[in-house]
Nanobody
Protein backbone atom coordinates (compact mmCIF):
# COMPACT_ATOMS: atom_id res chain seq x y z
CA UNK A 1 0.00 0.00 0.00
CA UNK A 2 1.13 3.53 -0.78
CA UNK A 3 0.20 6.76 0.97
CA UNK A 4 0.48 10.27 -0.43
CA UNK A 5 0.60 13.00 2.19
CA UNK A 6 0.13 16.59 1.07
CA UNK A 7 1.05 19.82 2.81
CA UNK A 8 0.65 23.47 1.99
CA UNK A 9 -2.43 25.21 0.70
CA UNK A 10 -4.71 27.52 2.64
CA UNK A 11 -6.01 31.03 2.08
CA UNK A 12 -3.98 33.27 -0.23
CA UNK A 13 -4.66 36.75 -1.54
CA UNK A 14 -4.90 37.32 -5.29
CA UNK A 15 -1.43 37.83 -6.69
CA UNK A 16 0.12 35.82 -3.90
CA UNK A 17 2.10 32.61 -3.99
CA UNK A 18 1.98 29.21 -2.40
CA UNK A 19 3.86 25.95 -2.40
CA UNK A 20 2.26 22.53 -2.23
CA UNK A 21 4.29 19.50 -1.22
CA UNK A 22 3.57 15.80 -1.34
CA UNK A 23 5.47 12.78 -0.04
CA UNK A 24 4.82 9.19 -1.07
CA UNK A 25 5.52 6.33 1.30
CA UNK A 26 4.88 2.62 1.47
CA UNK A 27 5.75 -0.26 -0.81
CA UNK A 28 7.24 1.52 -3.79
CA UNK A 29 9.42 -0.03 -6.46
CA UNK A 30 9.49 3.16 -8.46
CA UNK A 31 7.26 6.06 -9.40
CA UNK A 32 6.90 7.00 -13.04
CA UNK A 33 4.70 10.09 -13.04
CA UNK A 34 3.88 12.42 -10.15
CA UNK A 35 1.89 15.57 -10.18
CA UNK A 36 -1.01 17.70 -9.10
CA UNK A 37 -4.65 17.82 -10.10
CA UNK A 38 -7.37 20.13 -8.82
CA UNK A 39 -11.13 20.15 -8.55
CA UNK A 40 -13.19 23.29 -8.12
CA UNK A 41 -16.80 23.15 -6.86
CA UNK A 42 -19.12 21.93 -9.57
CA UNK A 43 -16.28 21.12 -11.95
CA UNK A 44 -14.40 18.00 -12.99
CA UNK A 45 -10.96 17.22 -11.68
CA UNK A 46 -8.31 18.62 -14.01
CA UNK A 47 -4.57 18.29 -14.33
CA UNK A 48 -2.44 21.17 -13.07
CA UNK A 49 1.07 19.86 -13.60
CA UNK A 50 2.87 16.54 -13.90
CA UNK A 51 6.49 15.43 -14.00
CA UNK A 52 8.01 12.12 -15.03
CA UNK A 53 10.86 10.31 -13.33
CA UNK A 54 13.02 11.57 -16.16
CA UNK A 55 12.12 15.16 -15.37
CA UNK A 56 9.73 15.87 -18.23
CA UNK A 57 7.29 18.53 -17.05
CA UNK A 58 3.78 19.21 -18.31
CA UNK A 59 1.53 22.09 -17.27
CA UNK A 60 -2.05 23.11 -17.85
CA UNK A 61 -2.22 26.18 -20.04
CA UNK A 62 -3.96 28.08 -17.24
CA UNK A 63 -0.93 27.80 -14.91
CA UNK A 64 1.99 27.23 -17.26
CA UNK A 65 3.66 30.63 -17.01
CA UNK A 66 3.36 30.99 -13.25
CA UNK A 67 3.95 27.52 -11.85
CA UNK A 68 6.91 25.23 -11.30
CA UNK A 69 6.78 21.53 -10.46
CA UNK A 70 9.77 19.83 -8.91
CA UNK A 71 10.46 16.28 -7.90
CA UNK A 72 12.95 14.42 -5.73
CA UNK A 73 13.11 10.85 -6.99
CA UNK A 74 15.23 9.67 -4.08
CA UNK A 75 12.73 10.95 -1.53
CA UNK A 76 9.59 10.25 -3.59
CA UNK A 77 8.41 13.82 -3.17
CA UNK A 78 6.87 16.35 -5.50
CA UNK A 79 6.20 20.04 -5.02
CA UNK A 80 4.30 22.71 -6.89
CA UNK A 81 5.13 26.38 -6.63
CA UNK A 82 2.34 28.64 -7.87
CA UNK A 83 2.71 32.40 -8.25
CA UNK A 84 0.40 35.22 -9.25
CA UNK A 85 -2.55 33.31 -7.89
CA UNK A 86 -6.03 34.12 -9.17
CA UNK A 87 -9.48 33.51 -7.67
CA UNK A 88 -10.05 30.90 -10.37
CA UNK A 89 -7.20 28.87 -8.88
CA UNK A 90 -9.44 28.16 -5.91
CA UNK A 91 -9.92 24.39 -5.69
CA UNK A 92 -9.02 21.27 -3.80
CA UNK A 93 -5.57 20.19 -4.99
CA UNK A 94 -4.72 16.49 -5.15
CA UNK A 95 -1.31 14.91 -5.32
CA UNK A 96 -1.00 12.05 -7.81
CA UNK A 97 1.52 9.29 -8.33
CA UNK A 98 1.71 6.36 -10.73
CA UNK A 99 3.52 3.76 -8.66
CA UNK A 100 5.30 0.69 -9.97
CA UNK A 101 5.18 -2.31 -7.67
CA UNK A 102 7.06 -5.54 -8.10
CA UNK A 103 4.19 -7.13 -10.07
CA UNK A 104 1.91 -4.32 -11.16
CA UNK A 105 1.33 -0.59 -11.19
CA UNK A 106 -1.48 1.72 -10.18
CA UNK A 107 -2.45 5.29 -9.56
CA UNK A 108 -2.56 6.76 -6.08
CA UNK A 109 -4.10 10.00 -4.85
CA UNK A 110 -3.63 12.17 -1.82
CA UNK A 111 -6.52 13.23 0.38
CA UNK A 112 -6.57 16.72 -1.11
CA UNK A 113 -5.68 20.14 0.24
CA UNK A 114 -7.84 23.23 -0.09
CA UNK A 115 -6.46 26.30 -1.82
CA UNK A 116 -8.58 29.44 -1.61
CA UNK A 117 -7.57 32.61 -3.42
CA UNK A 118 -9.54 35.53 -2.07
CA UNK A 119 -9.10 38.99 -0.65
Amino acid sequence: QVQLVESGGGLVQPGGSLRLSCAASGTIFSITAMGWYRQAPGKQREVVATITDGGFENYADSVKDRSTIRRDNARNTVSLQMNSLKPEDTAVYYCYAHVMGQWNSRDYWGQGTQVTVSS
